[in-house]
C-alpha cells in the first residue's frame, strides 16, 4: 500500500492537483486538519476533475492518528520536508508499503509529525528555489517511491 498524507494543506487547487496524481500512479490519499476534502469542495473536485472517487481518500483528526494507522499497516512513515539529517529521495531505500507526508505550503511539516516519521527526505535542488509547489513534490515523490 502507498499512501500520500496531506497535512493542513492551503489550497484546495493542491489538494485536486495530488490526487489526480495519485489516481494516475496508484495512491491513496489520507487528509489530516483543514486540509480541503473533495467531500465538501468544489474546487477539489474542479481540480482533481473527480478522481477522489477512484482514490482511496481518509480523512483523520490528526497527523497522529494517521501516523498511527500507518504503522498498524506496516507502513514506513516518511515526511517531505528539509532538515539537517534528512535523505535525499535518490538516496533513500523506500520498502513496498510506505506512507509520505506533505505539510502545509508555508510552515511545512510540523515539528511534533517530524519527530513521529521513520525518516524524513527532501528533494535536492540544484537552482535558486529550495523547494517545488507540492503538486510536484508530490508527483516527484509518488513517482520515485512507487516503482
Known amino acids: 500500500m502507498k499512501v500520500v498524507i496531506l497535512e493542513n494543506i492551503r489550497s484546495a487547487y493542491n489538494v485536486g492537483n495530488v490526487i489526480r496524481t495519485a489516481d494516475a500512479l496508484g495512491w491513496k490519499v489520507w487528509i489530516i486538519g483543514y486540509t480541503p476534502s473533495p467531500l465538501d469542495n468544489p474546487k477539489v473536485r474542479k481540480t482533481s476533475l473527480w478522481a477522489e472517487e477512484s482514490v482511496g481518500i481518509e480523512q483523520f483528526d490528526s ?15 516518511i515526511a517531505a520536508e528539509i532538515t539537517d539529517d534528512a535523505l535525499a529521495l535518490w538516496s533513500f531505500e523506500a520498502s513496498e508499503d510506505i506512507a509520505m507526508i506533505f505539510g502545509n505550503e508555508v510552515e511545512g511539516v510540523l515539528s511534533t509529525t517530524l519527530q513521529k516519521v521513520d525518516q524524513v527526505v527532501f ?16 508527483a516527484i515523490f509518488m513517482w520515485e517511491l512507487g516503482k
Open 63 to 77: 497527523s497522529l492518528d494517521a501516523i498511527n494507522r500507518a504503522k498498524e499497516l506496516w507502513l514506513q512513515v
Open 123 to 138: 528533494i535536492p535542488m540544484w537552482g535558486v528555489k529550495e523547494s517545488f509547489n507540492i503538486g510536484q513534490s508530490a
